[in-house]
Structures are given as structure tokens and as C-alpha cells.
DNA sequence: AACTCTGTTGTT
DNA sequence: AACAACAGAGT
């Protein structure tokens, strides 16, 4: 190696860069560099070459130093004094760590700083959040109120049902859309009855509900969560019974043979709850595939609008090749009802929060609605988008969990003696093509999502292709 | 920052 | 009175 290549490569070393783009073999350098130095470097036979510092330990790239006899160290690359090289550092030939008050002090200053920061936020970081909507002048302290406040102004949740105002006007947030489906266009909508007997009040909404039983039954129950403005604990009067935890109980069923669900009086006084949690496997079976319903909590969502007007146009025409994200993120919908159910086939130790429903009831027709808009999942400049919360719950199929399957389970899905045929989660006939499926849904699945699969993929799993689906589209109600 | 629950207030 | 909308605040 030349002089001046050994230089080059001192340099780069010493200034921290990469060594693996040197020309030399850095391992070698590296060697040669201490225990064949120029002239002008050579040590005594009673220094020491040390390597020293490092952007973790003095904020400088690492270098080589050499340690003479009398305690000073001077730079192997420039030949200087090294000023900072102190006792501590001939504790070893690489200095690994601050002492515990070093960094104890380090922390403290990073501490302080924050502190200063937060103390000295500029008024822009501390002025509440103003809605930039023209007329609406409404502030926030907190930047995601000030989102959730954008989407009373955006309200990108459309209603499915094309002759339904909320079609057009849409909803701040899915929930509230969620709800407005189950208000106006659900054929068995969830209610929820006033404990107080024999008073006949019922509603859809359990706070109109929890409302009603406390201006006319004298109610206090007790929230479950404290984030009310006034004691939540004591309310109204000492002998108001405490509310059962509602928000805790299961969906109230839309489930036609069922279509009340009031919580049982037992649960006025906060006893457990010890609804049926678990469908068996044969129930789950026979609910799925044997008796047509949709469990009700399959919460398959609409999306948020970033469509044209055009797209708009029917709650079934979002389709457009958007349908290929919206379908898969239907059937993410779909898994945590699927995946929940058959953590029971495999034995996994999971409550569901539902008992589960019928699969094809005449709910259907606005679950599937949803389902729909769930397929024409929005899109963000036509690039394939995912509803937000369809996001995190990605499901995991394993090849183990499959093989645990049920056989009979199994045959279900097979058809034609196949198994792992496309899974069209929707029907094909009588639909505008936004339901048809799109053999890229999975193939092209992006890599973020898919990297949240193992094979088989979900179209392994189930194969719908024998279920005649146009039936409830035909009928599909248009209430509002 | 999203989700959730709750209280308040506007609307029907 | 009941319903609906949405903001505040805790998780």
C-alpha cells in the first residue's frame, strides 16, 4: 500500500466515514494502520494505540489515539492533543460508557430542556387550534379535536342509501354513520329498553336511553369513565340506582328472533355480565353457513369520501378499481368476527364480545350496504385506501391455524372439490362491476398490508361462489 | 392521534 | 320530550 493511500484511509477513519468504500481491505487498514505505521507515527514501545471517542460517547467520530507513557494522548490523524482524554478513558482501550453520573446528568439536562421547551412553546404551539373553515371560527386545544372538528365540515361517512340525505351530506365519523344506518334504514334496529317495568320506552340510541331513565325515572348510574365535566359518582339522588355498565354490554340485537335486547335486571346492579359469549363451533357453523344472518357487529364499514360526484352516485357504483383496497378491507372487516370465531376452533382462549348472528338475515341488505361501501374503499388520489380502521386489524391466517380447521369446516368452503378459489365476498350477478371481484385484490395486495399475511390468504379460506347473493340485492331496501 | 364515553345544546 | 349533533376529556 502507498504512503499516501495509508494517509487517505487514516483520514477517512478518523473523520468517522465508512470504511467499506475504501480501496483497501479496512480490516487490513485497520491493522496496518497500528502495528505498521508510518514513521512519523511510530509509537514507543511503551505507548498505547487506543481507539477513542465516538459520536455516542463525545459527540466526535471515533479515533485512533496514542496513549504515551505520561498520560497524554495525541490523535494518530492529525497529531494533535487530545484535550478531553482523561483517566476515565484508560480504563479500557474503547470507552463504552459514561459514568452513571454522567448520564444521570445528560438525562437531567434533556429534562430541563424539554421542560424549557414546553415552557417557552411558542404562542403558535400553544394557541389553541383554529378551524380554518370559512365562518366557522371554532378552536381547540388539542390538534385532533381540531381533526375531529374538520369533519363536521367534511363529513366524509356517506350514507349508502342513495336517496338518504346523509347520502350526500355524510357523517363526521363512521360511528355517528354507523348509527344513522341503524336508526333510518336497519329492518330490525338495535333498541334498547328503559329497565324502569313496566315503562315502555325504547330506543335506538342507548343515550336517549340512559337519558330518558334518568329525567324520568330519577336514574344515576355510574359512568364508566369519569371524564364528566361534574362528579360523576354521585349524581341525583342517594337511592338512584347505579346504571348497569351499558357501554359494556353487548350490541343490542338486531337479531329478528331476538330484536330487544335489554340488559336483565341483574345487571341494574352492576352484577357481571354472563351473557352467552361463546357460539359454539357447531352454532358458529350453522350460523355462518346454515342459517342465513350477518352477525350483527360485523362492523363492515363505509369509507370516507375522496370520491368525485360521479363515484358518488350510488352507494353500489363506488367501485371503480378503488374496490380492489375497499375489498380487501371489507374482508379485514369481516376477520376479526371470522378470526375471533375460530380462535374458539383452535382452542385460543378469546372472548368475543357478541354472541353471533344469523348470517343472510334481511339485515343484511343494509349490512351488505355497508359491506359495499366498504368495497369502494376511498380513495386518495385513485390510489387504493384502506378505511381507517380497517387498517389495524389486519387479520393473521396461519397454514397451522388453517390445518386445524374442521374438515367438515372445510368442505364447506370447497367447491367443486377445490379449495382456495378466489373468495368473492360479494356477489357478482345483478351488481354493478364496483362488486365484482378483482383477481389483483390479493396479488397486488401492497406490501404494508400483506406483510400482515401468511398464507393461505383469506381467499383460501372461504369460497362464496355458491351462494346466491343477487337475492338480497334485489330487495335491497331504500328506506330512510 | 384515534377511539370512546359523556355532557351540553340545538333541533324537531 | 325526544332526538340529534358535536365538543370535552380520558384511555
Redesign the pocket.
Known amino acids: 500500500m502507498h504512503a499516501q493511500q495509508m494517509q487517505d484511509a487514516r483520514e477517512r477513519l478518523a473523520s468517522g466515514e465508512a470504511a467499506d468504500d475504501l480501496d483497501v481491505d479496512p480490516y487490513v487498514s485497520l491493522h496496518q494502520l497500528c502495528l505498521q505505521p508510518p514513521t512519523d507515527m511510530i509509537t514507543t514501545s511503551t505507548d498505547e494505540v487506543k481507539l477513542m471517542g465516538g459520536l455516542s460517547q463525545n459527540g466526535r467520530p471515533a479515533e485512533l489515539v496514542r496513549v504515551k507513557k505520561n498520560g497524554k494522548a495525541i490523535s494518530l490523524a492529525t497529531g494533535q492533543p487530545i484535550e478531553d482524554y482523561d483517566e476515565e478513558s484508560k480504563d479500557g482501550p474503547i470507552r463504552v460508557k459514561r459514568s452513571m453520573s454522567q448520564q444521570l446528568e445528560d438525562e437531567e439536562e434533556i429534562m430541563r430542556s424539554m421542560a424549557r421547551r414546553k415552557k417557552n412553546a411558542t404562542p403558535e404551539e400553544l394557541a389553541p387550534k383554529k378551524?380554518k373553515e370559512p365562518g366557522?371560527n371554532?378552536?381547540?386545544?388539542?390538534?385532533?379535536?381540531l381533526?375531529?372538528?374538520e369533519?363536521?365540515?367534511s363529513?366524509p361517512w356517506k350514507c349508502p342509501f342513495t336517496t338518504c340525505k346523509?347520502h350526500e351530506?355524510g357523517?363526521?365519523?363512521?360511528?355517528?354513520m354507523d348509527?344513522?344506518v341503524n336508526?333510518?334504514h336497519s329492518s330490525a334496529p338495535a333498541m334498547y329498553e328503559c329497565h324502569f317495568k313496566p315503562c315502555p320506552?325504547?330506543?335506538?340510541?342507548?343515550?336517549?336511553?340512559?337519558?330518558?331513565m334518568?329525567?324520568?325515572h330519577g336514574w344515576t348510574?355510574?359512568?364508566?369513565?369519569?371524564?364528566?365535566?361534574?362528579g360523576?359518582s354521585v349524581?341525583g339522588s342517594s337511592s338512584a340506582q347505579p346504571?348497569p355498565?351499558?357501554?359494556?354490554l353487548p350490541t343490542p340485537s338486531s337479531d329478528h328472533t331476538n330484536p330487544i335486547m335489554t340488559p336483565p335486571e341483574d345487571m341494574m346492579i352492576g352484577s357481571h355480565l354472563d351473557f352467552p359469549m361463546y357460539p359454539s363451533h357447531e352454532q358458529f357453523q350453522a350460523d355462518l353457513f346454515g342459517v342465513p344472518s350477518l352477525h350483527d357487529d360485523i362492523q363492515l364499514e363505509f369509507s370516507p369520501e375522496d370520491l368525485t360526484p360521479e363515484e358518488l352516485s350510488s352507494p353500489l357504483e363506488r367501485g371503480t378499481p378503488s374496490t380492489d383496497a375497499g375489498q380487501f378491507n371489507a374482508f379485514q372487516e369481516l376477520t376479526p368476527e371470522f378470526t375471533g370465531q375460530f380462535e374458539d376452533i383452535y382452542g385460543a382462549h378469546v372472548q368475543l364480545p357478541t354472541p353471533p348472528n344469523n348470517f343472510f338475515n334481511k339485515e343484511f341488505s343494509a349490512n351488505f350496504a355497508t359491506m359495499g361501501q366498504d368495497l369502494c374503499a376511498p380513495l386518495n388520489g385513485n390510489q387504493p385506501h384502506f378505511s381507517?380502521?380497517g387498517q389495524?386489524s389486519a387479520m393473521l391466517y396461519t397454514p397451522t391455524s388453517m390445518a386445524d380447521l374442521d374438515e367438515g369446516f372445510i368442505d364447506e368452503f370447497a367447491v367443486n372439490g377445490q379449495i382456495g378459489e378466489d373468495f368473492p365476498l360479494f356477489p357478482t350477478g345483478g351488481l354493478d362491476k364496483s362488486m365484482e371481484l378483482d383477481p389483483t385484490v390479493f396479488g397486488t395486495m401492497p406490501p404494508s398490508l400483506a406483510a400482515g399475511f401468511t398464507q393461505p390468504s383469506s381467499q383460501d379460506f372461504m369460497d362464496y361462489t355458491t351462494v346466491d347473493w343477487s337475492g338480497d340485492f334485489a330487495t335491497f331496501p331504500e328506506q330512510h
Open positions: 378551524c366557522c371554532k378552536e381547540f386545544k388539542r390538534p385532533c379535536d381533526t375531529k372538528h369533519k363536521t365540515h363529513r346523509y351530506y357523517w363526521p365519523t363512521e360511528k355517528e348509527r344513522h336508526d333510518k320506552y325504547k330506543s335506538k340510541r342507548e343515550s336517549n336511553c340512559k337519558q330518558h334518568e329525567k324520568a348510574y355510574v359512568r364508566t369513565k369519569t371524564n364528566g365535566k361534574k360523576d349524581k346504571t355498565a351499558m357501554g359494556n381507517p380502521s389495524g
